[in-house]
């Protein structure tokens, strides 16, 4: 895993590890034991190859970032893949700004990486890096339209949102209107299966079967 972001005194490069393969295999076993999953906040090629090997539940950016660039390793995608390990972009709602800030040519290697990783069978699912700079929280709609950029259309990008980063958080009682489930629903004007920007109509809330106005 990638040392915190890049946040924080003493800082280490980003693409270096913090920690070893065998420490997040010691991690993993002990929140089996607890019943719980483990998400690895990566953006490092090392970190990221470590911390699949140790089968973590979810890898947070996954940007493949090494000491001279980016090295996407081909059999570590495809082991992400068949592991079932599910990797959230984090996309921040700015995400058009940091591929400015960044470099259109770098950031296109980067994003290019996670389509690759799209195209070769990883789960990918939805998040946001919101808290940090530029990254807000009341722009859900912006992170999900990094997903089209991938190749994502209308209806896959409403499923990751909903069922299929429900399942990967281990959450069984939301993402699909079924009997049985919370009650969590997003009623917007429009049609977003066809139309993301339908997400921003938004006319009611409801969560748990009660309305938030």
Do not use: N
Request: glycine share 10%; with cysteine; net charge negative.
């Amino acid at each position: 895993m990638s040392p915190a972001g890049q946040i924080g005194e003493d800082l280490m490069p980003i693409w270096s590890a913090q920690f070893t393969a065998e420490e997040l295999h010691v991690v993993v076993a002990e929140a089996a034991h607890a019943g719980l999953p483990v998400a690895a906040h990566a953006h490092g090629t090392e970190g990221i190859r470590s911390a699949v090997e140790a089968g973590v539940t979810t890898i947070e950016h996954c940007t493949w970032i090494d000491q001279d660039g980016f090295r996407l390793i081909e059999d570590v995608v495809d082991e992400i893949a068949a592991k079932g390990i599910h990797v959230c972009p984090a996309a921040s709602p700015d995400w058009r700004g940091f591929a400015q800030r960044f470099g259109a040519e770098r950031a296109e290697t980067m994003f290019g990486g996670l389509r690759s990783m799209r195209e070769r069978g990883v789960s990918l699912i939805t998040g946001t890096d919101a808290g940090v700079s530029s990254a807000v929280f009341d722009d859900f709609v912006s992170s999900l339209e990094f997903f089209a950029h991938l190749g994502c259309t209308p209806p896959e990008i409403v499923d990751l949102a909903t069922q299929r980063t429900a399942e990967a958080l281990g959450l069984t009682d939301t993402g699909t209107l079924i009997p049985g489930h919370r009650a969590d629903l997003l009623v917007v004007r429009g049609d977003p299966l066809r139309d993301l920007q339908a997400l921003r109509a938004v006319r009611l809330v409801m969560a748990a079967g009660r309305v938030h106005r």
